[in-house]
Structure formats: C-alpha cells, structure tokens
C-alpha cells in the first residue's frame, strides 16, 4: 500500500535532513516525523538528491508536492497559499538591503523566503514561524540543505504569540501572512486581538482577517529601527476591519510604500486578486507613504522606487487608500461620469434572507410580497431586459403600520407569519433592530437599470420591464430626471458594452466589485447624446 502523500513528504524531508535543521523540534513536528519514518519507505537516492539539488537553485520540490496533497480549497481554509519566486526574490533582496541582524519569516510556509534569504548569506540568523508542522518541516528541510542549521530557528507555533529573544541590532519581517477569514480564528485568537490593539492605543474589528492580525502582531514585536515587508491580499486598504492596518501603518508600525499588484500580477498561485507589498519602518514617524500602481512583474523588482508620498493628514482622514493609486478613467468628449445623470443606490438589506424571501408566499397576502431580484444569475440570465418575473422569488415588504394596511382577515394570516418569524429569533438581529419596525424591509421602488456588482466578469446592466425589486445583491440605477424610452436603452447599451473589470476593484478569489460611488464614476454618453435617441431603439457604434 502507497504511504500518503503527507507521509512521503515528510520522509522525503527527513532524509534531506529535517530533523537535524531549525532547532528543537515540536512535539506535533515529532509525531509526523515518527509516522512517516514508521509508515513511508526511504526515499530514493535520486529522489533525494534531485530536491535537494531543486532547493540549491531555488526550486520548492516540498512545496510543490504540497499543493499536490490539499487541493485549493483546502488551502484556502487554512490560508495556505504560497507566493511565486518572482514576489519572493524582491521582497527579500529588500529586507537585506535593510541589513538586519535577524530575519522573521512570518507564516513561513514551505520556507520560500527563508530558503531565499540563505541562499543570500547563510550565516544570517532567521526565524521561521508556521502553525502548520508539516509546513515547518518542509521548511526544516531546506533549512538542512542549505546549511544553515546553526543559524536558523523553525518555530511550529502561532506568530500572533510569538516571543522573541533580544538581538543586537534590528530584525526585519517578510512574509506572506495567510489569508484566512474572520469566522475561521479562533475565538481566543480574536480576544488577544482585542487586547492587543489597545496595547498599542487602536481598535480592531471582530471581521479581522488573519493577515490583519500578523501586522498587529508584528507591531508588538517589533523594537524601533526594526524593519518589514509583507505581501498580503489588498483587501484592507479599503474594507472596515483594515483599519486596524492603515491605524498601524499611520502610526507604530511607520508605513514606507505600499505596491498594489494588479490581478494580471499572479502574487499567489492558482489565484487572481489584487495584492498589496508593503514596507514599513518601526517607530520611524510617518509623514507620508508612497503609492505605486504595479502592472507586471518586471515592476517589481525595484521596491525602493520612491513614489510621491500621499501626506499623513490625508492617510488618517481617507477610509479607501486605493484610491491613491487608482486613476481616475478619463471621461471622453460627449462624454460624463454616470453620476451626473443616475443615482446608484445598492438593494435592501433583508437580514435573514431565509425568512423574507420566498418562492411560495408563506400564506401572505399578495400585497405583501414584491417580485425582486435576489440572485446575480437572475441579472446575468435576463440579457438586455426583465421581460419576465414569473420566476423571480418574492421578498416580503411589509409596512411599519400593519393594522390601517390590511384588513382583519389578511391581518391575521400577516401576524401568524411574524409570530413564526419571532420563534426564530428575527426580531433580534442586528439589520431588524435598526428598523423602525423590525419586520418592515423597506425595499425601494423599482429601479429602471438593475445591475450586478461583484462577479468574475463586469457587471450586467438590464432594463427592468417587469418593475422588479432588487436587494442587496444588485445596484439599482435611478435617473436624475425622467429619460425617455431610446435614452435609457443608450445608456444601458453603453454601460453593458463599455465597463470592464479594471474599473472595479478586485478581492481574493478573483471577484471584482463596483461599490455604488464607483460605478457612478463610470463614463457614460452626455445626456444630450442620450436624449438624442429618444424614441428609437439605437446601438450607440450605429
């Protein structure tokens, strides 16, 4: 019988001399070593040779049978996703640049970083931190290869309570935290968070990622002088719970520049999302940090470029730091942003979905159910128009004052749904407290153009004939003044067939999003243009 994958990674690592590299080795580290070597055959001369070779060149033979053990699912479960060698190579040559006495390597991973580092001047000292053992002894391993055993530290542990031992001169941290969502952290992890924010005079958001977390705590190990460069997913440049980052780099953590990657930039295998290097100096004050747009690899092999330096005022009082290196699209001639001529407001926020949208009515009467779109797909599949809302599921719109609404018959059938809906707990939730009445959703009024506004794809722009109600998975687009039938189908047109994905920004996983304010900056025809479609049915290249 195959030993598995695991197993043979593990004893591929041993035999390149894991077990010997790093430092003591942990008790979770022990046990996979004693399981493999009980359970796995020694590898192959050649196959050791041939990896240990790989390490030599810079190659991740461990690393790559890895990802050949979890699939991408299971790696971004455990916000296991490792950076390529073209991201790694300058990061590193930055942080040596720095000339530390040490080198943390933060969720180290395989060991990219800390393998890159050795290969550059092996007697450097370096800590090598991971949660995941199997992670640390494929680390080890190159570690071993390397030669650097008597220098390096592998820690299996958590970074988040890391110690470090006093060294004289400064430590730089470089890493690729891992991406690992807020309802994935331990609870007790979210408490030290907590905790540890107001240490350094910050807040911090329960909806924190794990990234987030490896920059507050680097700010606590982190001593004056100290240096780091971390790239992460560029979520929190412009989310709520990033604050706590741009809080760290306006303040103890001395944000130097920050390089955004665009999603053509693959910072992380087998993923397409905007990626954020950043470099920061500990306890240096932070007049201002650089912002650098990056189109393509070849940018970033220079991370010391210094960009012109958006000022600290301007950091602290601004919530989006994208936006610093987003340019604005250049309107054309005849052209204007498609906020002059349509407000975009996002849907209603239901709160609990499961209870005020149905397919069945739940015994209500038909006043009180609203045809609306509530799946993206509706939009996608509709084409140029909703011609249709036979359908569509309902959402149940019920009014503040129930009693002057209904008659007493309808009355009833109205409050034996909310008394089901008050077994479950509804009236409870956060979206029903903040109601006037908490089951009264409030859904607009129809909007003429519904749109999408998160997919893999630019959005989908479509007529609403049917006078459908949308919630909070679409946009609706709602005119300044009253547009004639030609015109909104021009600009409908236009939009349909001139967005595209570089306009929105881009999140981990590859969904690109157009909050409301943004797609009103989008290019539209002038409303003269569009009103001089009225009353014919154009393509605006006819």
């Known amino acids: 019988m195959t030993a598995p994958l695991s197993d043979q990674i593990v004893r591929l690592a041993v035999a390149l001399g894991a077990a010997e590299a790093g430092g003591p080795l942990s008790a979770e580290e022990s046990e996979l070593i004693e399981r493999a070597v009980t359970s796995s055959p020694v590898p192959l001369k050649s196959e050791v040779v041939a990896a240990a070779s790989s390490l030599r060149s810079g190659g991740d033979p461990l690393g790559a049978m890895f990802y050949d053990l979890r699939d991408a699912a299971e790696r971004r479960g455990s916000g296991t996703v490792y950076t390529p060698d073209a991201i790694v190579r300058p990061m590193v040559e930055w942080t040596l640049a720095q000339q530390p006495a040490r080198v943390v390597d933060a969720g180290c991973g395989s060991g990219r970083y800390t393998a890159a580092i050795l290969k550059h001047d092996p007697h450097l000292a370096v800590v090598a931190i991971d949660l995941d053992p199997l992670a640390t002894v494929m680390t080890r391993a190159a570690v071993a290869v390397l030669g650097a055993g008597d220098t390096t530290r592998v820690i299996q542990g958590d970074f988040t309570r890391a110690r470090l031992p006093k060294v004289d001169g400064s430590t730089a941290f470089v890493g690729n935290p891992p991406y690992l969502r807020h309802h994935q952290i331990p609870a007790k992890t979210k408490a030290w968070a907590q905790l540890a924010a107001g240490s350094l005079g910050l807040k911090i958001s329960g909806l924190a990622g794990l990234h987030a977390l490896f920059f507050l705590a680097t700010g606590l190990l982190g001593q004056k002088g100290d240096t780091g460069c971390y790239v992460t997913s560029s979520e929190w440049l412009d989310v709520n719970y990033g604050s706590i980052v741009r809080g760290l780099l ?28 950043t470099t920061f100096r500990i306890g240096e004050p932070v007049a201002g940090i650089g912002f650098r747009s990056v189109s393509s690899v070849a940018e970033i092999r220079d991370l010391t ?17 994208s936006t610093f290196v987003r340019t604005r699209t250049q309107v054309p001639a005849d052209h204007v942003e498609l906020g002059e001529i349509m407000r975009v407001h996002r849907g209603a926020v239901t709160g609990a ?28 599949a509709a084409g140029q128009e909703l011609l249709d809302d036979s359908s569509l599921r309902r959402v149940i719109d019920l009014p503040t004052d129930l009693e002057s609404a209904f008659e007493s018959r309808e009355l009833r059938r109205v409050k034996r749904f909310l008394t089901e809906a008050r077994k479950l707990d509804v009236h409870k939730g956060y979206v029903a407290r903040t109601r006037k009445a908490w089951w009264s959703v409030g859904l607009r009024e129809p909007a003429p153009i519904l749109a999408t506004y998160m997919a893999r794809r630019p959005p989908a722009f479509v007529i609403n004939r049917v006078k459908a109600r949308h919630i909070n998975i679409a946009h609706g687009l709602y005119p300044r003044q009253e547009l004639p039938e030609g015109a909104l189908r021009a600009l409908a047109h236009s939009l349909s067939t001139g967005v595209s994905l570089s306009q929105g920004r881009t999140y981990s996983g590859g969904l690109t999003k157009f909050e409301p304010r943004e797609m009103e900056r989008l290019p539209v025809p002038d409303l003269a243009t569009l009103m001089s479609y009225a009353g014919n049915s154009p393509t605006l290249d006819d």
């Open 250 to 277: 306006t303040g103890p953590l001395g944000g130097e520049h920050i390089h955004i990657l665009s999603p053509e930039v693959e910072a992380f295998e087998g993923t397409q999302t905007t990626a954020t290097i």
């Open 353 to 380: 979905n499961a209870v005020w949208v149905t397919s069945d009515g739940a015994g209500l009467p038909e006043s009180a159910l609203r045809p609306a779109v509530t799946k993206a797909f509706e939009l996608f």
């Open 305 to 321: 470029a210094p960009p012109n330096p958006v000022a600290h005022a301007r950091l602290v009082e601004t919530s989006r730091w």
